[in-house]
Nanobody, 123 residues
Framework: QVHLVESGGGLVRPGDALRLSCVVS????????MGWFRQAPGKEREFVAA???????TIYDDSARGRFAIFRDSDNTGALQMNNLRPEDTSMYYC?????????????????WGQGTQVTVSS
């Protein structure tokens, strides 16, 4: 059984930063790729960023590129550094794990999901 637990969300002001973490348990390593997605009430889940573990390649949604960074924080933890946060970044953020193949920006390509951590950006 694989479990993903996100943490690090909170209420911040525009321009602030947050670091989200995703701890993976129940297996060795972090699979082949990790993605971060977000979903606001009444909206579809949308892609934020993803990373291939074997070569470190990353992809970002246009809204995140230049402000967010996805990386491996430890043997069993992935992270998403979010800088210069905006009100439109307010959402529930989810990490997801692929057990094979390369990263993807499609939610249905991921095998395991966490329960999410809320990020609220408001003045």
């Amino acid at each position: 059984q694989v479990h993903l637990v996100e943490s690090g969300g909170g209420l911040v002001r525009p321009g602030d930063a947050l670091r989200l973490s995703c701890v993976v348990s129940g297996r060795t390593g972090l699979g082949t790729a990790m993605g971060w997605f977000r979903q606001a009430p009444g909206k579809e889940r949308e892609f934020v960023a993803a990373i291939n573990w074997n070569d470190g390649r990353t992809i970002y949604d246009d809204s995140a590129r230049g402000r967010f960074a996805i990386f491996r924080d430890s043997d069993n933890t992935g992270a998403l550094q979010m800088n210069n946060l905006r009100p439109e970044d307010t959402s529930m953020y989810y990490c997801a794990l692929k057990s094979m193949d390369f990263y993807s920006d499609r939610p249905d390509a991921y095998d395991y999901w966490g329960q999410g951590t809320q990020v609220t950006v408001s003045s």
